[in-house]
T-cell receptor
């Protein structure tokens, strides 16, 4: 049972345009969401997070939107840069239940073309 | 300020041998998590430890796998009698005491290959 789903295995965008990565979840107990970026042969690097009490969080070029009723979140990268090319993982946890383990999606490979 | 350190980066074992993976958390962090990533998959939670305590081992296989985080020294993930299906990337993450901003920071991983 996959509780966090990233339905697009890959995404290709032009440099300077917007990248939108999507994530859906099924567990209504999840109350904290994170996005990680991962390069080959490296560990995941934290990008941005959002608590379920918010619907938007912004940090520089990265914005995460949360739609609790739809159990959907998205990561927007504007403008996209070639260095953003990596695998992006969505992750969720149930902090209210003191359940801090992260449940990850399978990832989306983003390619930003110069 | 060093990040999460994992060693070795690559580990090759023959079937039946033991594998020991080490993780030193970020300075000041006392929460350690282990995850496993199979090819083409996301990371899967294995175990969550604090110093000298296992908090959540719901993702650990029931046999051959064990983890510890002693009072002194790194956290160890131990796999006994490895099989080919254990081949994967194993990532360790750590977090600090402030649970209100519970971000887990990851190491570079140990890639285990079982021949």
């Amino acid at each position: 049972d996959q509780q966090v789903k990233q339905n697009s295995p890959s995404l290709s965008v032009q440099e300077g345009r917007i990248s939108i990565l999507n994530c859906d979840y099924t567990n209504s107990m999840f109350d904290y969401f994170l996005w990680y970026k991962k390069y080959p042969a490296e560990g995941p690097t934290f990008l941005i997070s959002i608590s379920s009490i918010k619907d938007k969080n912004e940090d520089g070029r990265f914005t995460v939107f949360l739609n609790k009723s739809a159990k959907h979140l998205s990561l927007h990268i504007v403008p996209s840069q070639p260095g953003d090319s990596a695998v992006y993982f969505c992750a969720a946890s149930d902090r209210g239940g003191s359940n801090y383990k992260l449940t990850f999606g399978k990832g989306t490979l983003l390619t930003v073309n110069p | 300020n060093a990040g999460v350190m994992q060693n070795p980066r690559h580990l090759v074992r023959r079937r039946g041998q033991e594998a020991r993976l080490r993780c030193s958390p970020m300075k000041g962090h006392s929460h350690v998590y282990w995850y496993r990533q199979l090819p083409e998959e996301g990371l899967k939670f294995m175990v969550y430890l604090q110093k000298e305590n296992i908090i959540d081992e719901s993702g650990m296989p029931k046999e051959r796998f064990s983890a510890e985080f002693p009072k002194e020294g790194p956290s160890i993930l131990r796999i006994q009698q490895v099989v080919r299906g254990d081949s994967a990337a194993y990532f360790c993450a750590s977090s600090g005491e402030d649970r209100s901003s519970d971000i887990q920071y990851f190491g570079a991983g140990t890639r285990l290959s079982v021949l």
